[in-house]
Every structure is written in structure tokens, then in C-alpha cells.
């Protein structure tokens, strides 16, 4: 028992150095993660109660604490690159070393901790959120919105609340132009015929 623990640990523990940037020995991690399989007894219980939980756990509360830093210096599309550039290399990560199975619930987890915990933050950003990104037309940043959040169950949801409201304030202002302008259309015509235009005036003048 102690064993696997402390070739969970150890894993953990590489793959959090990967994770920064470090260069790790892959060749030793692969092995490390064979031998926990020999110890399992290729039992899939075990490696999900002995291993994958923690690793979950762990990668749950390592991108917490990265949401936590990036939603304060990062603009809403900086950050979505930082997201979509960690997943990608969650993906890569089990590829290389873990179980298949474990893909689906590393990115879930990824997700969950970057994206739908942080999802209000990021579409109010004062000067680079989804209202912005649609005043700006920046296309680019908002299909990529659209791409991470259409794979989470009601991602698309609190897009879809900016959406409408953006709709709703861009046809209000639409209305009070219109109406402004056809009431100085009004009052230009009724100033042109009380003949106090400053043309009309040069024109009577003697």
C-alpha cells in the first residue's frame, strides 16, 4: 500500500514539473507509472482508487490556483489561449503516460477549473470580455470562445445571456438614433420655416 502511494506521489510530482515547464525525464516516469500498473495487478480499480483519483484531485487544485493568478493579469482572449494551450497538453500528457480512460476526466477537470468556474469573470472583463469582443468585432477570440465552451454541458449558456444583452442594448441605441434623428429632421424643417436660418437671413438681407 505504501508503495503505491509513493509512486503516486512521485508521478504526481513529475507531472506538475512537466506541467511548468521543467524539463522532466520521460523515460522514468513511463516506467515509474508501468511499475504502479505491475503493482495493480492490471486491475483498473485499483489504478483509478490508488492513482487517478489523486491525480484528478491534484490537477483539479493545480489550475484552481492557476485560474486564480491568470483571470488577474491575463485579458479574456490571453487567457483563453493559456486554456485552450493547457488542455492541449493535458491530452498529451496521457497520451504519453496514462491510462486512456483518464482523458475524458483530466479534461473535465481542466474545464471545470479554467472555463465554468470562471466563466462570469471572464465574459464581464471590463475592457476585454464578450461585450467587448463583440463592440470590437474581434472574431478570432470569440470563435474561440465559442469552440471551448460548446463542449461543456451549458457552457454556451451565460455567451448566450452576453449575446442577447449586447442584441438588446445595440437595438435600443439603434431606436434612440433613429429617433433622434428624426426629431432634428423635425425641428430643422420647422427652424428652416420660421425663416430664421442664417442662409435665409443672408438671402433677404438687402
Known amino acids: ?28 516516469l513511463k516506467n515509474i507509472l508501468d511499475i504502479f500498473v505491475k503493482i495493480c495487478m492490471g486491475d483498473m480499480k485499483h489504478y483509478e482508487n490508488n492513482f487517478e483519483v489523486q491525480m484528478l484531485e491534484d490537477t483539479a487544485d493545480y489550475y484552481r490556483s492557476k485560474a486564480t ?35 475524458q476526466k483530466l479534461v473535465e477537470k481542466v ?40 463542449k461543456i454541458p451549458k457552457g454556451l449558456d451565460p455567451v448566450a445571456n452576453v449575446f442577447k444583452q449586447h442584441i438588446t442594448d445595440e437595438g435600443t441605441t439603434l431606436v434612440q438614433l433613429a429617433e433622434e434623428s428624426s426629431c432634428n429632421q423635425k425641428n430643422y424643417k420647422r427652424f428652416w420655416r420660421s425663416g430664421s436660418s442664417p442662409c435665409q437671413k443672408i438671402h433677404r438681407a438687402p
Open 1 to 28: 500500500m505504501e508503495v503505491r502511494a509513493n509512486a503516486s506521489k512521485a508521478v504526481i510530482t513529475i507531472v506538475d514539473k512537466e506541467r511548468e515547464g521543467e524539463q522532466i525525464d520521460r523515460s522514468l
Open 69 to 103: 493568478i491568470w483571470i488577474e493579469s491575463d485579458s479574456f482572449p490571453d487567457y483563453m489561449l493559456k486554456a485552450e494551450d493547457c488542455l492541449r497538453r493535458e491530452k498529451e500528457i496521457v497520451s504519453r503516460y496514462l491510462h486512456a480512460s483518464t482523458e
Open 111 to 150: 474545464q471545470h477549473e479554467l472555463l465554468v468556474n470562471r466563466a462570469n469573470q471572464l465574459l464581464e472583463k471590463e475592457h476585454s470580455g464578450c461585450r467587448a469582443l463583440l463592440r470590437d468585432d474581434k472574431v478570432d477570440d470569440l470563435s474561440r470562445m465559442y469552440r471551448r465552451n460548446h
